[in-house]
């Protein structure tokens, strides 16, 4: 997530592991690709999105598969996430972590959804990054 991440003279640092858990490398590139290229709060970029796989993959990145499978663990890490929030606002309203979980989640479940009928045009853009003919145009 681009805001948990700092650049330092080192390179990215990540600076926020909240509830954060292990990933596979082409799960968190495919998440990534579409974080840091605006998915998260709209249709994701497609030069930022190709450009992101271009440029992992040109230093010596695994791409993640150009079908619906990758992102499978994407929208499970996707749910844990609203179940957190969910958890969170159930608790107290007097504890700051749950005054600001219950304001995200009229934000978070439209997300999900939207990102989910997103999936055949990221697998497309997958598939334009990989040079794999696609099924139609990337929008």
């Known amino acids: 997530f681009p ?6 003279s080192a390179g990215l640092s990540v600076c926020d592991w909240d509830v954060a858990g292990g ?3 082409t799960e968190e590139i495919a998440a990534a690709a579409v974080d840091w290229s605006g998915g998260i709060l709209g249709p994701v970029d497609t030069p930022g999105f190709i450009g992101l796989l271009d440029a992992y993959r040109s230093a010596g990145g695994e791409p993640p598969p150009s079908d619906e499978s990758i992102w499978a663990g994407y929208f499970v890490k996707q749910l844990n996430w609203l179940e957190m929030h969910v958890r969170r606002a159930l608790d107290p309203p007097t504890l700051e972590a749950g005054a600001v979980a219950a304001h995200r989640l009229p934000f978070l479940i439209p997300r999900l959804a939207r990102q989910v009928a997103e999936v055949p045009r990221w697998v497309e853009l997958v598939r334009v990054h ?4 696609g099924r139609g145009p990337v929008r």
């Open 3 to 8: 805001r948990n991440a700092l650049v330092t």
């Open 23 to 25: 990933w596979l490398a």
């Open 130 to 133: 990989l040079g794999i003919s």
